[in-house]
């Protein structure tokens, strides 16, 4: 995979969280809105927030190293 492809895939992914928090935050809304919120609600949708903004992704890389040359 070249390093492109790994920028776009990693800026879908920033894209992707960045929906779901609106879509979290619009539903948040519209509960208030409509008075069907609830303390509960508010702390789910907030740690659900706090967690998609606070995802972290590791990459790991593995190689072969050629075996040492003998003389």
Same mark, same amino acid.
């Given at each position: 995979?070249?390093?492109?492809q790994i920028q776009e895939r990693l800026h879908a992914y920033r894209e992707w969280r960045g929906q779901i928090a609106q879509a979290l935050q619009s539903y948040r809304a519209w509960l208030d809105k409509y008075g069907l919120g609830s303390?509960?609600?508010?702390?789910? &949708? =907030?740690?659900?927030?706090?967690?998609?903004?606070?995802?972290? &992704? =590791?990459?790991a890389f593995a190689a072969e190293f050629p075996a040492a040359k003998r003389n």
């Open positions: 995979m070249s390093d492109d303390p509960q609600e508010d702390e789910s &949708i =907030t740690s659900m927030l706090h967690s998609l903004m606070s995802d972290r &992704i =590791t990459v």
